[in-house]
């Protein structure tokens, strides 16, 4: 029977993938931040690949140390940033510029379309995945 092991080395974090709670590969692990004070590990660096940023995340929103994947607890709002927006019909609304968020839940998101603003509440949201999917009958708020 082995033992399992309770210390973690840098090769076992860098190069590894990054998933979000839905399961998406978010990117790659390509640094590590520790505290020099604490000698803590703080936080990871996820590069998501070629034109996008790299994304921080804490300590506190990595759920689990994987064999090849480090698990987070957290979707990273950035990741909406940019999508569109879709009635349930498929009709572009427009695309997503913002997102607002409690307790690392969606509340709503901004959505613009030329020079309009207006927000969703995430209640009216069906489905995000490649683009954001809203309810029938959604509303649509002031900015």
Partial sequence: MGVKRKVITSDDILGKDAVDPDGQILGVITKLHIDKDSKQLVGITI???FMKPNLFFGLKYIKNFGVDTVFL???PTEKYI???VLD????FIGSV???TTKRNKVTSIE???GMRKFSIASSDI???SEGVILKPNYKIGEV
């Fill in 97 to 99: 510029k913002k997102v």
């Fill in 111 to 113: 959505v613009h379309r």
């Fill in 73 to 75: 607890s957290k979707i």
């Fill in 47 to 49: 590069d998501q690949g």
């Fill in 126 to 128: 069906q489905e995000i």
């Fill in 82 to 84: 940019g999508l569109d």
């Fill in 88 to 91: 349930e019909k498929g009709k």
